[in-house]
């Protein structure tokens, strides 16, 4: 599990930073931060919206 959360934060790093200058490039630097600004405090909506706030108890584990 390490080796895949490793992937899943490091592995998009490259891909942020490729968005983020052609963004840049695009855009300019002022609308880029304000645009990164506001998807980082919407990032809570994952957790808000999905199906995980409204679980009282944890799942039973599947008897295989």
């Not at 880029?32 to 108890?57: E, N, Y």
Request: net charge neutral; glycine share 10%.
């Amino acid at each position: 599990m390490n080796a895949t959360m490793r992937t899943i934060v490091w592995g998009t790093i490259p891909l942020g930073s490729f968005i983020g200058g052609a963004l840049t490039t695009l855009i300019g630097i002022i609308p880029t931060l304000t645009v990164s600004a506001i998807l980082s405090g919407l990032a809570f909506l994952w957790i808000v919206l999905g199906p995980t706030i409204s679980l009282q108890k944890q799942p039973e584990a599947a008897n295989d």
